[in-house]
Nanobody, 124 residues
Framework: QVQLVESGGGLVQPGGSLRLSCAAS????????IGWFRQAPGKEREGISC????????YYADSVKGRFTISRDNAKNTVYLQMNSLKPEDTAVYSC?????????????????WGQGTQVTVSS
């Protein structure tokens, strides 16, 4: 059974940083893709980044490009999302998702497995 567990969320001031983790069990990261998504109240879910566990290729939404960095540790079966220069508009519940057989995607519909999410609040 696949389980994804996010951690690292919290309250941070504008301009600050957080690092989110997505620990996968029952899913072999080296053979799949993990994406990060976020959803703010009243807004649609947004795909913000993904990484291929095999190639390491990564992709970012324009809204986070240059500020967020995704990385993976296949040995730990964990994906990280380093978030710098955080803005109030980054406030959302952040979730990771996993899928096999898709090299990269920021479309939530292609992902099969989902974590519960972690709250990120950017506020002074």
């Amino acid at each position: 059974q696949v389980q994804l567990v996010e951690s690292g969320g919290g309250l941070v001031q504008p301009g600050g940083s957080l690092r989110l983790s997505c620990a996968a069990s029952g899913f072999t990261l080296a053979r799949g893709t993990i994406g990060w998504f976020r959803q703010a109240p009243g807004k649609e879910r947004e795909g913000i980044s993904c990484v291929s566990g095999n190639s390491g290729s990564s992709y970012y939404a324009d809204s986070v490009k240059g500020r967020f960095t995704i990385s993976r540790d296949n040995a730990k079966n964990t994906v990280y999302l380093q978030m710098n220069s955080l803005k109030p508009e980054d406030t959302a519940v952040y979730s990771c998702a996993a899928v096999y057989g898709v090299p990269s995607a920021l479309n939530a519909r292609v992902y099969r497995y989902w974590g519960q999410g972690t709250q990120v609040t950017v506020s002074s």
